[in-house]
């Protein structure tokens, strides 16, 4: 562009200055055809230039819509869980923030499911980490297709995962999580290359309603102590924040 630019300066002072010339009384029929073809010559000059630097304008705009898919991708790389597909921890940060300033804004009903597999660290060490890997891609999936649309499963670290509930109170929010618990207790798994039964995984969740203006770090905690309580009491179940003694 700055050489685009350059050009068209000297061109415009090459006609102003053949202006002039032209502009002469005495100017001679061989001048005037002189100058004329000069003035072809610049103008042609010129146009092949301007060819150029759009042909280069083109390859740049090419090139940054490249540049702009690959870092979209990286960008979306760096907020999945690698071994799930699930958002990350750092994803389910973004996307809480965003739902709890919408609930605060609208005046909206905001639930939490704090999602942990039960003795995972024994299931590991019987059957192996491979399989506990495929475990937590099992459990990740079946959450993801039991939840509703604009719900969001993230996986929050080791073998727990997280639930946020858009427009969900706490009853609602306690439905979900009995239904996800339901299901995991009934399933069998079963190994995928010798169809062996490896026994059952159970959950346990831990639900917390929105208050507004709280907090992130006190919304999930209050998730983490349902869960808690759920885990201390059995495990295999559900409990939700009104199930937590009073301090």
Excluded at 10 to 22: G, M
Excluded at 82 to 107: I, V, Y
Excluded at 238 to 245: F, G, Q, W
């Amino acid at each position: 562009m700055t050489e685009l630019t350059g050009q068209t300066q000297d061109y415009e002072s090459f006609i102003s200055n053949t202006v002039e010339k032209l502009g002469k009384k005495n100017a001679s029929t061989e001048e005037i055809k002189l100058v004329v073809g000069e003035i072809l010559g610049k103008t042609k000059t010129l146009g092949g230039f301007g060819k150029t630097v759009r042909q280069r304008l083109t390859e740049t705009t090419e090139t940054l819509e490249a540049l702009k898919k690959e870092f979209e991708e990286v960008k979306t790389q760096a907020s999945v869980d690698f071994l799930t597909g699930a958002p990350n921890r750092k994803a389910f940060d973004e996307h809480l923030s965003k739902r709890m300033t919408e609930a605060n804004a609208e005046s909206k009903d905001l639930s939490l499911l704090m999602v942990d597999i039960d003795h995972f660290k024994r299931f590991n060490d019987e059957h192996g980490h491979l399989v506990g890997d495929e475990v937590l891609k099992f459990v990740a999936n079946k959450v993801k297709e039991i939840v509703r649309g604009r719900d969001i499963l993230a996986r929050f670290g080791g073998e727990e995962f997280a639930v946020i509930l858009p427009e969900t109170p706490l009853a609602g929010a306690a439905v979900v999580a009995e239904s996800i618990r339901a299901f995991f207790a009934q399933a069998t798994l079963k190994h995928v290359g010798t169809s062996k039964k490896l026994g059952k995984i159970t959950v346990s969740l831990g639900v917390a309603f929105y208050r507004q203006g709280e907090s992130a770090e006190a919304f999930i905690h209050r998730a983490d102590q349902a869960l808690y309580f759920a885990k201390n009491n059995g495990r295999n179940r559900v409990a939700t924040e009104s199930d937590l003694t009073p301090s």
